[in-house]
Nanobody, 113 residues
Framework: QVQLVESGGGLVQPGGSLRLSCAVS????????LDWYRQAPGKQRELVAG???????TYADSVKGRFTISRDNAKNTVYLQMNSLKPEDTAVYYC???????WGQGTQVTVSS
């Protein structure tokens, strides 16, 4: 069973940066496609960014140019670098492993002055 542990959330001022990390258990991490989702209060969970096993990345229009997803297969970890943060980026962020259909526990990101 795949387990995911997220970290890196917190409170940041508008314009600031955060980096989220998601450590994934298991020996076949490198074969997984990985995603970051977020869910704001009262809203549906939405896909923020994805990265394939081959390193191809996709982004929601709302975060293009500001967020960067990356992976380190040696560390079984996927990252989400978030720059130029806006109040509307406030949400709980989740990582997701497609092949295992596994979710992390979520990490809160709050953008506020």
């Amino acid at each position: 069973q795949v387990q995911l542990v997220e970290s890196g959330g917190g409170l940041v001022q508008p314009g600031g940066s955060l980096r989220l990390s998601c450590a994934v258990s298991g020996s076949i991490f490198r074969f997984y496609n990985l995603d970051w989702y977020r869910q704001a209060p009262g809203k549906q969970r939405e896909l923020v960014a994805g990265i394939t096993s081959g390193g191809v990345t996709t982004y929601a229009d709302s975060v293009k140019g500001r967020f960067t997803i990356s992976r380190d297969n040696a560390k079984n970890t996927v990252y989400l670098q978030m720059n130029s943060l806006k109040p509307e980026d406030t949400a709980v962020y989740y990582c997701y492993v497609q092949g295992a259909r596994a979710w992390g526990q979520g990490t809160q990101v709050t953008v506020s002055s």
